[in-house]
């Protein structure tokens, strides 16, 4: 091995389903996990529901104005209580046999059922939700550590810039032919830049791009090629967030395993004005490089199966911020393939 440079994770860790299967539960079944925008939820019964490495989830508002959260599987045969992605519901019935809900979780009515029993027997899987700044996050994980608790360095970063006034722009996806970590190795170095992203490459200076370690986080930065100041922060946070901070918008970029070989990438827009006159070119902008991104990602993921490669050496230069991605994975879910 050259000195200081660090193995990768095995290739087979990048598609084998055993491999999903345990990261799915040890990883985000335990851990906080960026959910939606509290404005997607500001009446009562408005809802967001998502998939998230298989785990059909739901966030509520409630008519008592709390946020609440719940597998979205109903306790009878395990139909959906609602469609995914953002809408109302003036109750929670299941659409498959009618069930319904209180927004507590408890079963009011199994309809039609014929035979008594205890209905506190069969209230609805609940989830824990908690908010920062206008973001609402979920944890399927009873005993973790409060949210403010858990991600108190890496909420710090975002000190001094006024994220809860940002408003929603677009929420987009975007679905990719790759595992989760292959989406993820790629965000955590700017190694990659001067190769694939021409755009970025003429805006900073990349043989000058650092990236900060934190407690499961990293900071990363780079001069701009003009002298002028790069005003945010671009942040990631262990497993699969990324906050892009500046001082009139934020970029959220959530990575939401789909499959052992697919993820979706969700891209939040938030601008601190909706006249904002550079919008558009933003969000073209952030939609171009992550078509560059897409390009190479799924090319490497095809590359992680054909049986050529098993594993390769991380840089301790510029792909220090892998290693503890991919070290955190392996201390996670008993990485041993």
Same mark, same amino acid.
């Given at each position: ?45 408005? $809802?967001?529901?998502?998939? $998230? ?26 139909? +959906?209580? @609602? ?9 929670? @019935? ?43 996050? @979920? ?29 929603? =722009? ?20 700017? $190694? ?11 805006? $900073?200076?990349?043989?000058?791009? *650092?990236?900060?370690?934190? *407690? ?13 100041? #790069? ?7 262990? +497993? ?7 001082? *009139?918008?934020?970029?959220?970029? @959530?990575? =939401? ?24 070119? #933003? ?55």
């Amino acid at each position: 091995m050259v000195d200081g440079s660090s193995r990768t994770l095995p290739a087979a860790s990048y598609f084998d389903a055993a491999v999903y299967d345990r990261e799915r539960r040890s990883i985000f079944a335990a851990e906080w996990l960026w959910f939606a925008c509290e404005s997607e939820l500001e009446t009562p019964g408005s $809802y967001v529901a998502r998939e $998230y490495a298989g785990w059909r989830l739901m966030v509520v508002r409630a008519p008592d104005g709390q946020l609440r959260g719940f597998h979205n599987v109903c306790r009878h045969r395990a139909g +959906p209580l @609602v469609d995914d992605g953002a809408g109302s519901c003036a109750n929670l @019935v299941c659409r498959y046999h009618g069930w319904s809900y209180a927004f507590d979780g408890q079963l009011r009515s199994a309809r039609d059922f014929g035979v008594e029993f205890d209905h506190d027997e069969y209230a609805l899987l609940g989830i824990r939700v908690e908010m920062w700044r206008g973001q609402v996050f @979920v944890n399927l994980d009873a005993g973790a550590p409060s949210l403010l608790e858990d991600l108190r360095d890496f909420f710090e970063e975002a000190a001094g810039f006024s994220v809860e006034s940002m408003q929603l =722009v677009r929420l987009a996806h975007h679905d990719l032919a790759c595992n989760w970590k292959t989406y993820a190795d790629n965000y955590l170095e700017g $190694y990659h830049i001067p190769m694939m992203h021409p755009m970025l490459n003429r805006m $900073y200076d990349a043989k000058r791009y *650092d990236v900060v370690l934190g *407690d499961r986080y990293c900071r990363h930065s780079a001069p701009a090629r003009n002298g002028g100041d #790069v005003n945010g922060r671009w942040l990631y946070r262990w +497993p699969n967030l990324a906050l892009n901070i500046y001082g *009139d918008s934020m970029n959220v970029e @959530v990575i =939401v395993p789909t499959g052992p070989r697919t993820c979706r990438v969700l891209y939040v827009h938030l601008f601190l004005s909706l006249d904002d006159p550079d919008i558009d070119q #933003v969000i073209r902008f952030s939609d171009e490089v992550m078509e560059e991104d897409r390009a190479m990602v799924e090319v490497v993921q095809r590359n992680l199966e054909c049986g050529a490669y098993t594993d390769g050496l991380l840089s301790p230069k510029h792909e220090h911020a892998v290693a503890q991605f991919q070290d955190l994975v392996r201390r996670s879910s008993g990485e041993t393939i």
